[in-house]
């Protein structure tokens, strides 16, 4: 009869293969980000910057508890316009419709990986595929908190919403690093041996 700790152990192993995205729909939606950001990054009339956010920057990806249990990415789509020369529903106009030429571009070519649906959220656009969908935030910079802060559209609010993802995943990413020495530290101290993670194992973007 297996042990306390091997039942649980394979309980664990069991939550996490659950839980874990599949490497081909990590891949399949890799792929898709980066050909959605070329898109953007080629279409879009004004200068930009484009990055994710969220689960798929910080290595965190989890299966939702939804009802379609469908995985998301969450990509950042900043144009180098200021505040006073565009609204929020001008801005959230305006890559809507990048997005909807995006669409027509991929049926006209008769790509069988076009998204199912292109749809107005309240901060965002989401593109729905098999088993994901990403999420496009447009953004403007917010000069009061350069390099990094950002200005987002939100159609239940008149102001615009201060964020800072790439501030908050760096913050996130130096914590989970002491997190981890502290780990090692205790590790050792009890004569544990722990190996490293091999880098093509990790979840992060590349």
């Keep these: 009869m297996d042990s306390i700790d091997e ?10 293969e659950i839980l874990d995205i599949p490497p081909h729909l990590q891949q399949e939606a890799v792929e898709r ?47 180098f316009l200021r505040k ?10 305006r890559v809507g419709d990048l997005l909807h030429d995006y669409l027509a571009w991929k049926e006209q070519q008769g ?17 729905t595929y098999p088993g994901f969908h ?26 615009w919403q201060p964020s800072n993802p790439i501030g908050y995943a760096t913050w996130f990413l130096n914590r989970s690093a002491t997190l981890r020495r502290h780990a090692a530290e205790l590790a050792r101290s009890k004569s544990i041996t722990v190996d490293d993670v091999p880098l093509f194992t990790m979840r992060f973007p590349r």
């Design 7 to 16: 039942m649980l152990s394979m309980l664990l192993r069991g939550a996490v």
């Design 33 to 79: 980000y980066e050909e959605v950001s070329e898109w953007l990054a080629e279409y879009g009339d004004v200068g930009g910057r484009i990055y994710p956010q969220g689960s798929f920057r910080l290595g965190t990806v989890v299966r939702p508890n939804t009802g379609t249990g469908e995985f998301d990415i969450d990509l950042v789509f900043t144009l």
């Design 84 to 93: 006073s020369s565009i609204s929020q529903a001008a801005l959230k106009s």
């Design 111 to 127: 790509h069988s990986d076009a998204p199912k649906a292109c749809e107005s959220r309240r901060r965002c656009w989401t593109l």
């Design 134 to 159: 990403l999420d496009v935030l447009p953004t403007i910079p917010n000069e009061e908190r350069l390099p990094n802060g950002i200005l987002l559209t939100d159609t239940h609010l008149r102001a």
